[in-house]
């Protein structure tokens, strides 16, 4: 069992579309990272939150950490085919020195 | 730009044939990781190292190993390589602890033939 659940797993869109992909866990989380990873490549960091409740903006992309600092989302608007890419939600949790990936969200943006 | 920085990015061994994969990082960063990732999966942990303490995830098989011998240079070594192993291979630092933010370097991809 994934201490992380992320949802949907595939997500294949239209350039221009909405997407929202979700990060949950039952599990309370110190801090939470968004990556994205494009085919052959490493993750590269996008976002770091901290605070329940926190809200990020980069460009297009809106992070948000839930209240109780278990669930997190990324709201992408207008996707475009430089979107493409695995998404991946990853916490850490300063007791233990514990740090979780999610289950990644593999994105396509067609043309 | 201070960053990770794997070598070689792309790897093929024998079945069996040890290989050694490397990283190094300029961001002197205590914390160093290996992951190993395969098609479309989220990366799963092998080991880590903080500072000079080795610490391994209790499913890693003694297969691969790792060495650090100084703060910035991490070594992971597949002893003997099976078909099973071929994956992407992600080295990763942290400032400190494991919940501050890892960065990543850009893989080694192995191929086991």
């Known amino acids: 069992t994934q201490l992380l659940e992320q949802s949907p797993q595939f997500l294949s869109i239209q350039e221009g579309e909405n997407l929202t992909v979700y990060c949950n866990s039952s599990s309370v989380f110190s801090s939470l990272q968004w990556y994205r990873q494009e085919p052959g490549e490493g993750p590269v960091l996008l976002v770091t939150?901290?605070?329940?409740?926190e809200v990020k903006k980069l460009k297009r992309l809106t992070f948000q950490f839930g209240d109780a600092r278990k669930d997190s989302s990324l709201h992408i608007t207008a996707a475009q085919p430089g979107d493409t890419g695995l998404y991946l939600c990853?916490?850490?949790?300063?007791?233990?020195?514990?740090?979780?990936f999610g289950t990644g969200t593999s994105l396509t943006v067609i043309p | 730009d201070a960053m990770v920085i794997q070598n070689p990015r792309y790897q093929v061994t024998q079945f069996g044939k040890p290989v050694t994969l490397s990283c190094s990082q300029t961001l002197n960063h205590n914390v160093m990781y290996w992951y190993q990732q395969k098609s479309s999966q989220a990366p799963k942990l092998l080991f880590h190292y903080y500072d000079k303490d080795f610490n391994n995830e209790a499913d890693t098989p003694d297969n691969f190993q790792s060495r650090r011998p100084n703060t910035s240079f991490c070594f992971l070594d597949i002893r003997s390589p099976g078909l099973g192993d071929a994956a992407m291979y992600l080295c990763?630092?942290?400032?400190?602890?494991?919940?501050?933010?890892?960065?990543f370097g850009p893989g080694t991809r192995l191929t086991v033939t």
């Open positions: 990853a916490g850490g949790r300063n007791t233990g020195n514990q740090f979780y």
């Open positions: 990763a630092t942290s400032r400190d602890q494991a919940y501050y933010e890892q960065y």
């Open positions: 939150v901290v605070t329940g409740g």
